[in-house]
Every structure is written in C-alpha cells, then in structure tokens.
C-alpha cells in the first residue's frame, strides 16, 4: 500500500467514510457529507483504493534458509515478494534466505 493511499483511506476512516467495492465502482457512505478534496482523492485513487480493499489479505510463500531447510510460511496479502524479501533479509541476514517463491 502506497503512504498516499494509506494516507487517504486514514482520512476516510476520521470523518467515518465506509467505502464499499462493487466491480469498478466505489460507494462512500457517512454520517456527514466528506470535504471536497477528500472526495475527490478517493476518486484520483480509485484503482488503487479498489486493489487493495479485494486483495487477499493473506498469501503463502516458501524460501530456502541456510542453503538447505525449505520454510513454508504465509504473508500478509499487501507485502510484495521483495518487500518480504528485504524482510527476511533483516530477520535473518541477507546471505541466509534464498529462493523466495509464493504469491504475486
């Protein structure tokens, strides 16, 4: 999720926007009407806005540690495969993960 959506979507949740995907089409319900501008950011940021609320939220991912043990493990559905990979690269050290294979 990119700091800009993230940014939007807090935005959304202060002034109590629920939004709700159908197909291609956002629907904004709130108690009050929004501010302008947040509306029309949510309109800017609609393909985005609309990926990342019907992804899967969860993925399953394998890497081979220490050159010989496979570990099966999941991930959560809105990290990519090379923001997991520089995670396991911390956690464990850059020259101990390799193979890291799973969902896109």
Known sequence: MTVEVATILEAARRHQ????VSGDTIKMRAPK?????LIEQIKILK????RLLTMRRYCAFTFV????????A???????????QHHLNDKYGADRVSDLRGCA
Not at 47 to 50: D, F
Not at 65 to 72: C, Y
Not at 74 to 84: H, K, V, Y
């Open 33 to 37: 009407k929004p501010p302008d501008d």
């Open 74 to 84: 999941i991930r959560p559905g809105g990290f990519t495969l090379s923001e997991m």
């Open 65 to 72: 540690l220490d050159g010989g043990k496979t570990i099966n």
């Open 47 to 50: 393909p985005a806005i609309i």
């Open 17 to 20: 926007i629920t939004l709700e």
